[in-house]
């Protein structure tokens, strides 16, 4: 008996259908359940109900997004095994989530411009605020576009990506536009399950029909360089470590970071679940590395490999072995797709219209009422999700998109980092790093600027490439160095020639991250402390430089050199069982 002809147009068995429909009847009565329970703009964006189990879900699946395993999978297909790196560019750094997430909590912020603006003011919140538009929707684009691939792929070009992003982009947008952060997170839960499922279920298969990774290793598709971690020229140590520098400075500017460390009921919550919920990713990247690599073995030698799109070649795995091993495998893989997109698109969609909702439009429009502001965040979600989706129907490729995204949260991390670490950062040299940044990056994308240099001696110093369309290209850790630098020293010179913060201003902003959190405590006001709390005296790590770094405790160090220790035994398990 045949499927319905419904299913057959969608390149699905009914059975698939079936699982695809309960998980997305699921997630969106979760929403319209919670957003009974939304009563003002704090529980729309900022609940702080959530302990270890939740927190850890919510931040692997904000940060896990099916993109990642395109880009994964499409990089390592080309280029062999350091495309890991296009996610473990954030290994490094996984450490000091350790450190980041209590400081994150203590701000007692919504968004992450209440801490710019706490720190210096409203100008650069705002500045921060446009800056993440762009970003989140971009990011979104990102994901959508990646995610609309490996539909395509997976059902035989049945459904056509623009088709997918288009649903893709209706299905999260309900739920999280009714039920806020809340809902995300209860979501993530469940979306976080299926997106490891969603990472690993290809890989016993296609191991499986090449050979395992002996037959790997063995495969004349395969050569020293393709398993090799590192790729000279391309991806060596200078580029790991310039795109790990960088991804320390971008981390804490991602919006979604603040709802990852902040929506705990302790600090304890925020920093298991940001730490290890991330390192659950980093583990999840070696079944896409892997996954991609086994595809090179499998598809060598078969008619029109040379016309294989790499981004779509997680979804043509999929597709080649799910609906033979049994019905309903392409539809939970589906479901894990679809989880993975909503579970960062929802936390994204929220952490955006937040920002827009509290830090641009309530100083413009004050003292209205709770549900008006509610209103305007949902509001700001959907036009926020409509440019991601105007992004995803123009970008060229998933690869450039994340090296775009690499980039472009830097430039006010260096902003945030200076305030937070040097008491005399001031407004001025806040905007001066980040417009600094900004234009150094400018400056290494412009033509006349890259001639200039290829006529100079320092040409194979700076390592110029050959980038699409002919044009030349400086070698992105170059580039990176250049702008970080540049924002840096942007920034320093500007705050020593300018007035600095009020005192009475820096002194309530450092006796935020000097203040433990209470179980309980209730704040009326993002950045401020509950009344008649006693703030702990400094211990700053060096005292009377002006430098406001915290001395360290017990446990800061303990965990973090367990994150250390954790980032070693995965580099050490992908060095000893899948290189060469």
Known sequence: MNPPIAFQLLGLHPIDAIVIAVYLLGVTSVGFFVARHVKDLGGFVMPRWFGKSFMLMHSFGTGTHSDQAVGVASKTYSAGLSGIWYQWLWLFSTPFYWIIAPIMRRFRAYTTADVFEARFDRSVAGLFAGVCLIHQSYTMGLILLGSGKIIEATTGSAVRADVAIYMMTVLFMVYGIAGGLA???????VQGILTVIFSFILLPFILHAVGGIEGMHNSPALDDQMLSLVAPGEIGVFYIVMISLNALV??????VTMSACGAGRTELDGQIGFTFGTFLKRICTVAWCMTG???VVYFAGQAGREEIDPDQIYGLVANDFLPRIAPGLLGLFLASLLAAVM???????IAISALFTSNVYRPMVPNRSKG????????????VVTGGVVFALTMENVQVGMEVLWKLLAMMGIAFWLGLCWRRTTVVGAWAATLGAFAAWGLTNWPAFIQAVAETPYTQFLQLTW????DLQIYLPWQMLFYLTSGLAAGVFASLVTWPVAEEKLERFYALIRTP???GEQVDQPCTLPPATEVPPKRLLLPGTGLEILRPGVRSIGGF?????LVVGIIVFVAVYVAK
């Open 343 to 349: 579970s960062s698109c929802d936390s994204m969609m």
């Open 561 to 565: 050199l367990f994150a250390c220790a």
């Open 250 to 255: 971008s981390i804490v500017a991602i919006p």
């Open 293 to 295: 690599l086994a595809a």
């Open 517 to 519: 959190v209470t179980p």
């Open 183 to 189: 809902a995300a997170i209860i979501t993530d839960f």
């Open 372 to 383: 008006h502001y509610v209103w305007v965040a949902r509001v700001a979600a959907a036009v």
């Open 467 to 470: 980038g699409e369309g002919d």
